[in-house]
């Protein structure tokens, strides 16, 4: 029993939020042990990354990697998080496409990507950094 932690112990071990692991254990494929106050438990032997972080969706979904910078001076930049989106994808077997914008980033193809996501086409999101997404 020296083996098992709370959820938020166990969601910074897997680099995850406690919702993900809320949802994998619902789904099953995390299971923990509840106390009985009703809190999570999991056995940290038992953590593994896999089981949090494997995609559910159909591979046929594309991802979409988005690649942003505000102002023209950081061009180079953009070419370089194009390039590492790239190879990430690649690397991961994903059809992709990227979305590269220049500007505050509300209107760089933000409603090409919003329909993409509503129209459930694609099934991942990449980014170098979260800020290269949205500004806010």
């Not at 509840?34 to 995609?55: C, I, M, N, Q, W």
């Not at 998080?81 to 209107?107: D, H, P, R």
């Not at 950094?129 to 500004?135: E, H, T, V």
Request: hydrophobic fraction near 35%; charge should be positive; aromatic fraction near 6%.
């Amino acid at each position: 029993m020296k083996n098992l932690v709370p959820i938020g112990r166990a969601a910074k071990m897997l680099g995850v939020s406690e919702v993900t692991l809320r949802r994998r254990d619902s789904e099953g494929k995390l299971p923990s042990i509840k106390t009985e106050g009703r809190h999570r438990r999991y056995d940290s032997a038992k953590l593994k990354p896999e089981a949090v972080h494997k995609f559910d969706f159909a591979d046929d979904r594309k991802a979409i990697a988005c690649a942003r910078v505000s102002s023209h001076g950081q061009k180079p930049d953009l070419e370089c998080q194009k390039q590492a989106l790239e190879l990430f994808c690649s690397k991961n077997g994903w059809t992709f496409e990227i979305i590269a914008g220049l500007g505050s980033g509300v209107n760089y193809r933000l409603e090409k990507l919003l329909s993409d996501v509503l129209d459930d086409n694609a099934g991942r999101l990449a980014a170098t950094r979260k800020d290269r997404l949205l500004r806010f």
